[in-house]
């Protein structure tokens, strides 16, 4: 489990919208995960949820499909929607470590930092580095940045408390005797080891509205689909005794019309929060 004690935020407060200290309060931002009801309600109101057999979607169904759209909608924004904690390894390079350190992690918007620290392959903590010196401005893209605004650099003793379980003030000089000997060039793998919270929430339970309306829109999608597919005849007729009558619709293409609209507003959807929450490109200094 995380451990929030000696954790690093962000001070701007939510995770959307991005550096938001306060909001107005005359709009809602965030809300709960979207709820069946809902789902109906704003993406297939109007649409009988009734299958040609009779059959019908339930509301545990729904939930279901909600759960599935989730997944999909984190795969293509290629972030977490709800909040995890993660423990994992970045390189050593020396020209990101000239930039201050800068690190991007596999996951994201940051919402919080546990523990940034040279970690050796055996998992031994060999420098855990302050939490003063940690940049959180860019959080919500995925970044750490390393600022070192105090002179301990070689030292055995750094004022403050760290980030993550370490005794306050108490860091081994190890550490920076090891990166003293990284030169122009250099590159280690698995060097840093960082245990952090991602997710887009700050706060359990609240997630922003635009998320809602993604995950809405993939599952109405793939609603629809599985419905129009049994809509077998494009026209049907009916003769007797020299009387015809005939008629004619769209057949499997019977929602067409609202599952495109529904793609175009998933994929800007998409688009957008890409570029909130993340880089599109990364572009390193080597």
Known sequence: MANFLHSKTYNGGTVYPVHALETSGLLRRAEPLLTPEQLVSRFLKGIPLMFRNGDVFTADELKDRINLAINTAELLLGRNITRE??????????????????????????????????????????????????????????????????????????????????????????????????????????????????????????????VNELIGSVAAIDILSEIAATFFFTSQSLSQDGIAQSSSGPGPLVFQLRIQELMLKRDELVRKLKGIFGSKYFISNI
């Open 85 to 210: 904690a993660f423990n994992e390894k970045a390189p050593f390079d020396y020209n990101l470590y000239k930039a201050f350190i800068h690190i991007h992690t596999e996951h994201g918007p940051i919402v919080s930092l546990e523990e940034l620290a040279i970690v050796s392959s055996d998992n031994q903590n060999i420098f855990t580095v302050p939490s003063q010196w940690i940049e959180a401005a860019n959080f919500s893209k995925g970044l750490i940045n390393v600022i070192p605004l105090l002179a301990a650099f070689g030292t055995n003793q750094v004022a403050g408390s760290p980030v993550g379980p370490s005794t306050p003030g108490q860091f081994a000089a190890g550490g920076i005797a090891f990166l003293s000997t990284l030169g122009p060039g250099s590159s280690v793998p698995a060097y840093w080891g960082i245990k952090y919270t991602a997710g887009l929430t700050s706060v359990e339970g609240k997630y922003p509205i635009p």
